[in-house]
């Protein structure tokens, strides 16, 4: 590996944590690089692994220190969703790749939709929580296709969050961030374990992840809904239409 492509997955790392952070999706941009560069796509998903714990790490702290955690809530959802991961980064799912790049750029709008429409009276705080258990057998099936695939994942937890439970989007991101933590580390054991981990890509790509998302998660935490919709909005725009026409 000379020095170019270094730069190049540190930087894609760093926009990657910032994406994952704020929205979702960042595994959309690392994945087919990785893949690029020359990694097997079994290797490149399983490497990708590496800079999630990175990003996803950092970022919990980022939130924490500015005062947004709810570790008893993000708990029982890393919990439901790492059982799902493991039976997810089991799973051989024969799901034509096409197919499933349209489907998710479907799910990106219908996300996009259901936070700029929502009705901002229905927020609540990150304490008083409504529907938990019916967020808990979302989670275990979000934790199956984050185990299996995790680009996108972000996006559906969001939706969950905001609609299912009413949290604040930079809340819902808090708790993001952790349990994607959590179920990236049950799907890395595995894949460590069938042996689809490249160390050096994944601690290049992942230094940078690092500081995209330790950025974002501090620079979020006092912004309004509305900017973070708009945001958000964005992100998912973009990537739906690079899903369904490239």
């Given at each position: ?7 190049i ?10 994406v ?8 959309l941009?690392?994945?087919p ?13 399983g490497?990708?692994?590496?800079q ?5 790490f ?5 939130f924490k220190s500015?005062g ?6 993000s708990?029982?959802l ?5 059982f ?19 489907v ?8 996009m ?8 009276n ?15 057998l979302?989670?275990f ?6 185990g299996?695939?995790h680009?996108?994942?972000g ?5 969950v969050?905001t ?7 930079a ?9 994607a933590l ?10 460590l ?21 330790w ?16 945001i958000?909005s ?13």
């Amino acid at each position: 590996m000379d020095i170019s492509e270094i730069f190049i997955l540190i930087i894609c790392g760093l926009f990657s944590g910032a994406v994952n952070t704020l929205a979702g999706g960042g595994s959309l941009l690392t994945l087919p690089l990785m893949i690029f560069l020359g990694l097997p796509p079994s290797v490149a998903n399983g490497t990708n692994r590496i800079q999630l714990i990175f990003q996803n790490f950092f970022a919990v702290y980022g939130f924490k220190s500015k005062g947004i955690s709810n570790f008893k809530f993000s708990s029982y959802l890393s919990i439901s969703s790492a059982f799902g991961a493991i039976l997810g980064a089991f799973i051989a799912v024969d799901f034509p790749e096409d197919l499933f790049k349209k489907v998710l750029s479907v799910i990106m709008i219908l996300v996009m939709l259901s936070i700029l429409f929502k009705n901002k009276n229905d927020s609540q705080n990150l304490y008083d929580i409504k529907n938990k258990w019916l967020s808990i057998l979302f989670f275990f099936i979000i934790g199956i296709y984050g185990g299996f695939i995790h680009a996108g994942v972000g996006f559906i937890m969001i939706m969950v969050l905001t609609n299912v439970n009413h949290i604040p989007i930079a809340h819902s991101n808090s708790i993001k961030v952790f349990v994607a933590l959590i179920f990236s580390i049950a799907a890395f054991i595995i894949f460590l374990y069938e042996d689809k981990i490249n160390w050096i890509y994944g601690i290049n790509i992942g230094f940078g992840s690092a500081l995209g998302a330790w950025t974002a998660s501090r620079w979020s935490y006092n912004k309004s809904d509305k900017i973070l919709k708009y945001i958000l909005s964005i992100i998912l725009l973009v990537m739906s239409v690079k899903l369904w026409f490239f």
